[in-house]
């Protein structure tokens, strides 16, 4: 049972590149969510989606992108990074109704 | 929209005394309330959740926490504390028939041996 995975755990990149996180569950929830944690924030939301090919802005959308073609996938991508997006990432699924499991998180440096 | 306070960034306490981590919400509608545990480099695991009836709702590892509708407040207590406890605390709410989480800035429980 693996459960929600990340990949990669860490990732270093430069100003000005792309970069996508990705996130796999194997329970086939229909509610994915992708988080950002920095200190003195807690965790703020980027982008959900309730079902495939369904995504949804949260509370700090700018500068992601993300996408949901299958259930089970729901990869975030940093179209061109910025200093600011230096963060753990976290992703999440749940069941309507339920509580959010999350996956081990990405921490990413943007240089 | 809804807004989480937890008030305390820090609280250490001498292993085997009581805590009390505090939680005050915000929202125009009613919520579900969470309490998430986050050890060291790992993700977020749920305490326990308050989603209706009973008002003192119990959890892993021997926490539980009261909601308190006319203080709108979820305040996460443990009677006797163990250096394992040791993470960071995080209090969430979620609209009713909504799935979105607003989180609190989280509270750290460092516990002295």
């Known amino acids: 049972d693996a459960g929600i995975t990340q990949s990669p755990r860490y990732k270093i990149t430069e100003t000005g590149r792309q970069v996508t996180l990705m996130c796999h569950q194997t329970w086939s929830h229909s509610y994915m969510f992708w988080y950002r944690q920095d200190l003195g924030h807690g965790l703020r939301l980027i982008y959900y989606s309730a079902a495939a090919d369904i995504t949804d802005k949260g509370e700090v959308p700018d500068g992601y992108v993300v996408s949901r073609s299958k259930t089970e996938n729901f990869p975030l991508t940093l179209e061109s990074a910025t200093r600011s997006q230096t963060s753990v990432y976290f992703c999440?699924?749940?069941?309507?109704?339920?509580?959010?499991?999350f996956g081990p998180g990405t921490r990413l440096t943007v240089l | 929209a809804q807004s989480v306070t937890q008030l305390d960034s820090q609280v250490p306490v001498f292993e085997e005394a009581p805590v009390e981590l505090r939680c005050n919400y915000s929202s125009s509608v009613s919520v579900y309330l969470f309490w998430y545990v986050q050890y060291p480099n790992q993700g977020l695991q749920l305490l326990l959740k308050y989603l209706s009836g009973s008002t003192l709702v119990k959890g892993i590892n021997g926490f539980e926490a009261e909601f308190n509708k006319s203080q709108t407040s979820f305040h996460l207590r443990k009677p006797s504390v163990h250096i394992s406890d040791t993470a960071e605390y995080f209090c969430?709410?979620?609209?009713?028939?909504?799935?979105?989480?607003?989180f609190g800035t989280g509270t750290r429980l460092t516990i002295i041996p």
């Open positions: 999440a699924s749940s069941i309507q109704g339920n509580e959010q499991f």
């Open positions: 969430a709410v979620s609209p009713l028939g909504n799935e979105k989480l607003t």
